[in-house]
C-alpha cells in the first residue's frame, strides 16, 4: 500500500512539474532567437566580402579621459594636428554598445597604437605630433594616449565576441620623424636621403617617403645591434631582460639575421601570437621591397596558429591569417601587377591576401551595371582566388568621392554593393564633414567622429539607416562582396549575386532606383516559381509569381534574401 501510494505521489510530481520543464527548455532558444537573428555557424565569415571599418583611433571615440595627455605633449598644433583623445577603450565600448553590429561590420581596422615619438614636428601643414599612429618610436609598446597592451586584448576579446574580426595597422617601413626629443635611429638601421621621387622600382623604395620620416634598410641582411636609446627605455621602464631573451629565442628558432626588418617582424607579430590579431593592414607596402612582405605574413601567420592552439575555445573559425596591403594608387584594372615605370611587381605573388583598390572614387558615377560587372569579372577572373578592398573617402586621399558629403546613398549603394571587401571609413555613414575650416592637407579628412549629429540632426539618422540596411545585408550574405554577379532586368534595375564554396550556397536579388510604392521585380530564372523571399529593406515578405515579385514599399531599394 505505502509502494503503490509512493508511486502515485512520484507520478503527480513528475506531471505537475513538466510545464515546468518546458519551459525552462524553451526559455534559452528564444533568447539566442533573439540575440542572434543569424548565428554565427551559419553565415562564414569571408574576408573577400568584408565589411570593414576604418577608424583613426584619435578621432573616434574617447572612452578614458585620464589618458588624453602623455609626454608633456602640450605643445600648440595646426588645425587637427595634435592629439584628441581617441582611443581603444572608446572603440570597445562602441562595440560594446552595438554600434559596428548594427552597421553590419565584421572586421574593423584602426590606425597604429604603438608608442609614437614624444615630440612634435613643424611642418609646413602645421605643428605636429605623432596622433595619427604612423610615427613609431617603439614597436614593443603601446601609445599610452592610445591605452594599454591590456585593453587592446579587452577589444580584441570583445570584437571576437560579436564575431568582428580586429586587423592590426602595422608599419615596417619608416620610423617616426626626428624631433627635438626624439633622435634619429642609428645609420646602419635608417637611411635619411634621398627623398623618394616615386619614377622607379629603385627611387620608390631605396629611399625616404618624405622628408625627415627616417626610412628602415628592409633590403639590408646585416645584422644590426638594437639602438642604444631603445635599450635605455627598455631599461628604465624594467623590461630590458625580458625583450633581450625573447629576441635571442626568435633568431634561434627562425635562423633569421640581426637584420632590421626581422627586429621589427618580432615585434609586430607578437601582438597576434599574445592577442589573436586577425589580420595586418599593412602601411605604405611599395616602398619596401617585396620579399619582406612574404617574411611578415609567414611569421604572422605562424603566430596566428601558435595563438589558435593556445586558446582553441576562443577560435572563431578556420580562416588563415589575412594581409592587405596599401599600395598607394595600386587599381583593381591593372589585375595583380603594380607598375613602377621600370618594373611591375604582383604583391600577391608576396603574402598579400588583397590590395587596397583606389580604382572605386573614379568609378562611383558611373552607371551600377558598369560598376558591379566590371569588378564581379575582374575578381572572378585576373584576381580569382585574391580580393581587394574597395573605399570611397579615407585618411590620406586629399581627393575622395563626394568630399562634400553631397551623395550620403550614392556612396553607400557604390561601396557596400559593388564586388571585393567594402571599407567604411568612419563617419561616411554620417557624412561626417571632410572641409574642415583652417586645416592644411590631409588633415581635413581627420576631424572627430559626428557623434552628436547622429542624434540630432534627422537626415543625418536617415542616411545611418541606409547604411546600417545595406551594411547588414552585406555581412548577412558573402554573395554581396564574395559573389558573381549578374543583371536580371535593365528598368527597373535588378541584379543577382551567387556565393558557392563547399557545401555553402548564397543568392540575393537587388534592386535599386526602384518606383516608391508598388513595385514590381524581375527574378525568373533566378528564384523559382512560389519562392518565398523577404525584402530586408522594408522586412516585407514576398513570394515569386509568374517570374516576379510584386509588393509595396516607401523605398526605392529591395534587398531580397531568402526565408529561412
Known amino acids: 500500500m505505502h509502494k503503490l501510494f509512493a508511486l502515485v505521489l512520484v507520478l503527480f510530481i513528475f506531471i505537475s512539474c513538466k510545464p515546468e520543464k518546458k519551459e525552462a527548455i524553451k526559455q534559452p532558444v528564444i533568447a539566442a532567437t533573439q540575440n542572434t537573428p543569424e548565428p554565427e555557424n551559419t553565415v562564414p565569415f569571408v574576408w573577400e566580402g568584408a565589411n570593414i571599418y576604418f577608424?583613426?583611433?584619435?578621432?573616434?571615440?574617447?572612452?578614458?579621459?585620464?589618458?588624453?595627455?602623455?609626454?608633456?605633449?602640450?605643445n600648440e598644433t595646426g588645425v587637427l594636428r595634435g592629439f584628441m583623445g581617441g582611443d581603444l577603450v572608446g572603440i570597445t565600448a562602441?562595440?560594446?554598445?552595438?554600434?559596428?553590429?548594427?552597421?553590419?561590420?565584421?572586421?574593423?581596422?584602426?590606425?597604429?597604437?604603438?608608442?609614437?615619438?614624444?615630440?612634435?614636428?613643424?611642418?609646413?601643414?602645421?605643428?605636429?605630433?605623432?596622433?595619427?599612429?604612423?610615427?613609431t618610436k617603439d614597436w614593443t609598446s603601446l601609445d599610452p594616449n592610445f591605452g594599454t597592451k591590456k585593453e587592446l586584448e579587452n577589444l580584441v576579446k570583445t570584437a571576437h565576441s560579436?564575431?568582428?574580426?580586429?586587423?592590426?595597422?602595422?608599419?615596417?617601413?619608416?620610423?617616426?620623424?626626428?624631433?627635438?626629443?626624439?633622435?634619429?635611429?642609428?645609420?646602419?638601421?635608417?637611411?635619411?636621403?634621398?627623398?623618394?621621387?616615386?619614377?622607379?622600382?629603385?627611387?620608390?623604395?631605396?629611399?625616404?617617403?618624405v622628408d625627415n620620416l627616417p626610412d628602415i634598410y628592409t633590403e639590408s641582411d646585416e645584422s644590426v645591434e638594437l639602438p642604444d636609446a631603445l635599450l635605455a627605455k627598455w631599461k628604465e621602464e624594467g623590461r630590458l631582460s625580458n625583450e633581450l631573451d625573447e629576441l635571442q629565442l626568435f633568431f634561434q628558432r627562425t635562423g633569421y639575421p640581426r637584420a632590421p626588418r626581422f627586429y621589427i617582424m618580432k615585434w609586430l607579430t607578437d601582438y597576434v601570437n599574445d592577442l589573436g590579431i586577425d589580420g595586418f593592414r599593412v602601411d605604405t607596402v611599395k616602398h619596401v621591397n617585396e620579399n619582406a612582405w612574404e617574411e611578415l605574413y609567414k611569421e604572422a601567420s605562424a603566430a596566428f596558429e601558435t595563438w589558435k592552439k593556445k586558446h582553441p575555445n576562443e577560435v572563431l573559425?578556420?580562416?588563415?591569417?589575412?594581409?592587405?596591403?596599401?599600395?598607394?594608387?595600386?587599381?583593381?584594372?591593372?589585375?595583380?601587377?603594380?607598375?613602377?615605370?621600370?618594373?611591375?611587381?604582383?604583391?600577391?605573388?608576396?603574402?598579400?591576401?588583397?590590395?587596397?583598390?583606389?580604382?572605386?572614387?573614379?568609378?562611383?558615377?558611373?552607371?551600377?551595371?558598369?560598376?558591379?560587372?566590371?569588378?564581379?569579372?575582374?575578381?572572378?577572373?585576373?584576381?580569382?582566388?585574391?580580393?581587394?578592398?574597395?573605399?570611397?573617402?579615407?585618411?590620406?586621399?586629399?581627393?575622395?568621392?563626394?568630399?562634400?558629403?553631397?551623395?550620403?546613398?550614392?556612396?553607400?549603394?557604390?561601396?557596400?554593393?559593388?564586388?571585393?571587401?567594402?571599407?567604411?571609413?568612419?563617419?561616411?555613414?554620417?557624412?561626417?564633414?571632410?572641409?574642415?575650416?583652417?586645416?592644411?592637407?590631409?588633415?581635413?579628412?581627420?576631424?572627430?567622429?559626428?557623434?552628436?549629429?547622429?542624434?540630432?540632426?534627422?537626415?543625418?539618422?536617415?542616411?545611418?539607416?541606409?547604411?546600417?540596411?545595406?551594411?547588414?545585408?552585406?555581412?548577412?550574405?558573402?554573395?554581396?562582396g564574395a559573389g558573381k554577379h549578374k543583371r536580371l532586368a535593365k528598368k527597373p534595375y535588378v541584379f543577382s549575386r551567387t556565393y558557392i564554396k563547399d557545401d555553402?550556397?548564397?543568392?540575393?536579388?537587388?534592386?535599386?532606383?526602384?518606383?516608391?510604392?508598388?513595385?514590381?521585380?524581375?527574378?525568373?530564372?533566378?528564384?523559382?516559381?512560389?519562392?518565398?523571399?523577404?525584402?530586408?529593406?522594408?522586412?516585407?515578405?514576398?513570394?515569386?509569381?509568374?517570374?516576379?515579385?510584386?509588393?509595396?514599399?516607401?523605398?526605392?531599394?529591395?534587398?531580397?534574401?531568402?526565408?529561412q
Not at 384 to 400: A, F, I
Not at 529 to 539: F, M, P, Q
Request: proline fraction near 3%.
Open 55 to 74: 577608424m583613426l583611433t584619435d578621432r573616434f571615440n574617447n572612452g578614458n579621459k585620464d589618458n588624453d595627455i602623455n609626454f608633456n605633449r602640450t
Open 94 to 135: 562602441k562595440i560594446n554598445d552595438g554600434y559596428f553590429t548594427d552597421l553590419g561590420i565584421n572586421a574593423i581596422w584602426f590606425t597604429p597604437v604603438v608608442e609614437q615619438v614624444h615630440g612634435d614636428t613643424d611642418e609646413s601643414t602645421g605643428n605636429t605630433y605623432g596622433y595619427h599612429g604612423y610615427w
Open 162 to 209: 560579436k564575431g568582428i574580426r580586429v586587423l592590426m595597422d602595422v608599419v615596417l617601413n619608416h620610423t617616426g620623424p626626428v624631433t627635438n626629443i626624439d633622435p634619429v635611429w642609428p645609420d646602419e638601421w635608417v637611411r635619411t636621403e634621398p627623398t623618394c621621387e616615386f619614377t622607379t622600382y629603385e627611387n620608390t623604395t631605396a629611399c625616404t617617403l
Open 317 to 480: 573559425d578556420d580562416n588563415d591569417f589575412f594581409m592587405v596591403g596599401e599600395v598607394y594608387n595600386y587599381n583593381i584594372s591593372g589585375g595583380r601587377e603594380f607598375d613602377f615605370g621600370d618594373k611591375k611587381v604582383d604583391f600577391f605573388n608576396h603574402g598579400f591576401n588583397s590590395l587596397i583598390n583606389f580604382e572605386l572614387k573614379r568609378d562611383a558615377d558611373k552607371d551600377y551595371e558598369s560598376i558591379f560587372k566590371k569588378y564581379s569579372k575582374l575578381l572572378h577572373t585576373k584576381l580569382k582566388d585574391k580580393s581587394v578592398v574597395n573605399y570611397l573617402t579615407s585618411h590620406d586621399d586629399g581627393e575622395p568621392y563626394d568630399k562634400e558629403r553631397k551623395k550620403p546613398i550614392r556612396s553607400a549603394n557604390v561601396l557596400l554593393l559593388t564586388p571585393g571587401a567594402s571599407q567604411v571609413y568612419y563617419g561616411d555613414e554620417s557624412s561626417r564633414d571632410l572641409t574642415i575650416e583652417g586645416t592644411e592637407g590631409d588633415a581635413t579628412l581627420r576631424s572627430f567622429m559626428n557623434w552628436n549629429d547622429q542624434d540630432s540632426l534627422p537626415g543625418t539618422k536617415q542616411i545611418l539607416s541606409h547604411w546600417q540596411k545595406l551594411g547588414t545585408f552585406r555581412k548577412n550574405h558573402p554573395a554581396i
Open 504 to 563: 555553402f550556397k548564397d543568392k540575393v536579388v537587388v534592386g535599386l532606383d526602384l518606383p516608391k510604392g508598388k513595385k514590381s521585380l524581375w527574378v525568373k530564372g533566378f528564384f523559382g516559381e512560389g519562392t518565398k523571399l523577404h525584402d530586408a529593406y522594408s522586412d516585407t515578405m514576398v513570394e515569386v509569381k509568374k517570374g516576379k515579385v510584386i509588393f509595396e514599399s516607401e523605398f526605392d531599394v529591395a534587398l531580397l534574401e531568402l526565408v
